[in-house]
């Protein structure tokens, strides 16, 4: 996976935890619409000059982590 989908996915994972904390709202855009948000917020970093790069994960998540929650 490129650096660019991986930026576009992180986004939509933010985009997605956002939205889980307005009742409903993650259900009321398609996982399409979801990355097509995800696409353009990345390319408007991108044109403002905007450089993220990937690191290993701040914290733990999901499952398979020692001391994650299960």
């Known amino acids: 996976m ?3 989908r991986e930026l576009v996915l992180a986004i939509v994972m933010g985009l997605r ?3 889980s904390l ?3 709202m993650r259900r009321q855009l398609t996982e399409d ?4 948000i995800g696409r353009q917020i ?6 403002s000059n905007y450089r993220v790069e990937p ?9 398979g982590w020692p001391g994650a929650a299960a």
């Not at 619409?33 to 097509?36: A, H, I, P, S, W």
Request: contains cysteine; aromatic residues 4%; proline residues 11%.
């Open 55 to 63: 690191g290993p994960p701040a914290q733990p998540h999901g499952t």
């Open 22 to 24: 307005c009742h409903g």
């Open 42 to 47: 990345a390319a408007q970093l991108k044109l």
């Open 17 to 19: 935890k956002g939205l």
């Open 2 to 4: 490129d650096s660019e």
């Open 33 to 36: 619409e979801q990355f097509k």
